[in-house]
């Protein structure tokens, strides 16, 4: 079945770095971009990333250019997120997502992973 | 960045009850904008997308309509299991944002 699963979370103290995984089964991962979606702790959800099927294109939050990285590795199915820099508005579940159409970025996820969590603490 | 407002933020409702959820963009996005549902501790859900489409599996009870600023969501019959938070998101240009979210609980 379709599946994505997120690992990789963990606590990290802040201004340190962390590098999150999503493993994808049940479908060709090459085809689809890929979003990281977060929620923190009682909050909303905040979309964080998206790179395009072949990982040439990637687009961000403002809220983590420059420190988080998203990148893929379609050999092995998989999905990361580099998180440097950290700060503890950082902490959250982050989502890894599948963008709903083949070989182009809708914009909408269709199937989502479970959650890693990060809290950036002290 | 495209900024997304939803009102209520909250609300209570009876089983059977017609319910009603407002998106409204800070500008004009067309029809680029989806719903999705939440239970606790679990993953969002693809409820509709472009707007007012129904996503495969989703029951009929769902449905979206809208377009420019203003987005509704209406839930025709609300049952046990719809009892949850509901987000939109538009996908009309980088960066992607949500709503703030409207949480439904039995009244």
């Known amino acids: 079945q379709v599946q994505l699963v997120e690992s990789g979370g963990g606590v990290v103290q802040p201004g340190r770095s962390l590098r999150l995984s999503c493993a994808a089964s049940?479908?060709?991962?090459?085809?689809?971009?890929m979003h990281w979606v977060r929620q923190a702790p009682g909050k909303g959800l905040e979309w964080v990333a998206v790179?395009?099927?072949?990982?040439?294109?990637?687009h961000y939050a403002d809220s983590v250019k420059g420190r988080l990285t998203v990148s893929r590795d379609n050999s092995k199915n998989t999905l990361y997120l580099q998180m440097n820099s950290l700060r503890g508005d950082d902490t959250a579940v982050y989502y890894c997502?599948?963008?709903?159409?083949?070989?182009?970025?809708?914009?909408?996820?269709?199937?989502w992973g479970k959650g890693t969590t990060v809290i950036v603490s002290s | 960045a495209i900024q997304l407002t939803q009102s209520p933020s909250s609300l209570s409702a009876s089983v059977g009850d017609r319910v009603t959820i407002t998106c409204r963009a800070s500008?004009?996005?067309?029809?680029?904008l989806a719903w999705y549902q939440q239970k606790p501790g679990k993953a969002p859900n693809l409820l509709i997308y472009?707007?007012?489409s129904l996503q495969s599996g989703v029951p009929s009870r769902f449905s979206g309509s809208g377009s420019g600023t203003d987005f509704t969501l209406t839930i025709s019959s609300l049952q046990p299991e719809d009892f949850a938070t509901y987000f939109c998101?538009?996908?009309?240009?980088?960066?992607?944002?949500f709503g703030p979210g409207t949480k439904v609980d039995i009244k």
């Open positions: 997502a599948r963008d709903s159409w083949v070989a182009t970025t809708l914009g909408y996820m269709d199937v």
């Open positions: 049940g479908f060709i991962f090459s085809y689809y971009s």
């Open positions: 790179t395009s099927n072949d990982g040439t294109n990637k």
């Open positions: 500008q004009g996005i067309t029809s680029a």
């Open positions: 472009d707007a007012s």
């Open positions: 998101q538009h996908f009309d240009s980088y960066p992607f944002t």
